[in-house]
């Protein structure tokens, strides 16, 4: 199989975000070193067009673009692969990192699969879930990428932890890290949506696009107990109105948000 390497000069401050808007489009991994984005595409899905028109809105442009076999890129966004420092008390780390001590230590296979706790939506949702009580409540993981969160969520003591993602390669990730990291009473799930469930929960969190989670807040309502915590991710800082709005006229309450360059997530209570 091959795909494209996009090669972007770009400062770190811009790193991650153009890193999961790219991988919104479709690209599944990047990686970044001394100043140089490095972004994967199989060649099936690539759009040159659609890359240029995303780049420009930052003012950026290819510097180079490379074909590549699978082993070649998987291996090189392997090596530069960084551990990622989660608030005060979560690692998330490859297996070839040293565990550092930190009281959530969680282990990520390198993969495709979004969700390694670099980017600032992951940063904010583990922060946020892990200011939550999760011990022996019931927790949804909706968009769950590496299964980071549903992992931080059991080595919280949730008895009940579902992880939910459309994508094929990120169930098969969040499979894959959920072995490693021994994590328990966690179930993964192939689905867009959570209509198809019967059961209701504690904590929801839902680190996914901005349209994707407003259509899915009725769903997420039906699904919360009363007195369970809501939090999205994924939204920017000036859609927080739209949010409020929406999240308003559905019952939910909101108590806190954290906004980090730009990224707003916000936690809130069904009354």
Known sequence: MSYKAVHIICDQDLEE????????????????????????????????????????????????????????????????????IIGEHIQARAPFHPSSGYKYDIIITPKMAFGTGHHETTRLSGIALERLDCEGKAVLDMGCGSGLLAILASQK????????????????N????????????????????VNQLTEKFDIIVSNIVKN??????????????????????????????????????????????HIDNNWLQTEYILA
């Open 174 to 193: 969040t499979l894959e890290n959920i072995q490693l990291n021994k994590a328990k009473n966690v179930e993964v799930q192939q689905a867009d949506s």
């Open 212 to 257: 994707i989670n407003l259509r899915l807040l009725p769903e997420f309502v039906a699904k919360l107990n009363i007195g369970g915590h809501l939090i999205l991710c994924g939204f920017l800082d000036q859609d927080l109105d739209e949010q409020l709005k929406a999240a308003t006229a559905h019952g939910l309450t909101l108590v806190s948000k």
């Open 157 to 172: 003591g949730a008895k009940r932890v579902l992880a939910i993602d459309y994508d094929a390669n990120c169930v098969e």
């Open 17 to 84: 975000t153009v890193s999961f808007l790219l991988q919104e489009a479709g690209y599944e991994g990047t990686s970044y070193e001394q100043g140089r984005l490095i972004a994967y595409c199989k060649e099936e899905n690539y759009n040159r067009t659609e890359m240029l028109e995303l780049l420009a809105n930052f003012s950026l442009v290819p510097e180079q673009i490379a074909d590549v076999v699978d082993e070649n890129w998987n291996a090189s966004w392997e090596e530069n692969f960084k551990e990622a």
